[in-house]
């Protein structure tokens, strides 16, 4: 039923787009910056950072719906998930279609670096 109707005034636009985008921005604030004071508490990077701030995100997930069974059921889910990955960055096991960085340097269409100018004969004004 929420993207059924479609807001006719610009507050009603305002208020949708502000009652999907602010919980969303609320979980990757309280992610990012759960990992990054439990890192500095903990004096390490590790797999159980990244657990409990993927479980304070889904708790974010309960207090959007206001209910009690989504916001574990996403805490679980979206823990479990952020620790898979940060599993399999920390020992090195690749992901999807994830490239070597030797791959990648070798490939100049993955070189997005900023040439200021490429004409011969004149200098490289940085």
Known sequence: MALLSKPTTFGSTI????????????MGFIF????????????????????????LV??????KYGRITPGH?????????AA?????????IPMFNMRSEAYVRSDPRLDFSIKL?????????A
């Open 73 to 81: 059921t996403m805490a679980v889910f979206v823990g479990f998930v």
């Open 58 to 63: 889904g708790s974010i997930w309960g207090l």
């Open 32 to 55: 990012g910056s759960s990992i990054c004071i439990l890192g500095q508490a903990r004096k390490k990077d590790h797999v159980a950072n990244h657990l409990i701030g993927g479980a």
């Open 84 to 92: 898979y990955f940060k599993y399999f960055h920390v020992h090195n």
């Open 117 to 125: 100018y490429d004409g011969p004969g004149r200098p490289n004004e």
């Open 15 to 26: 208020a949708r787009f502000g009652h999907f985008t602010l919980p969303f921005a609320g």
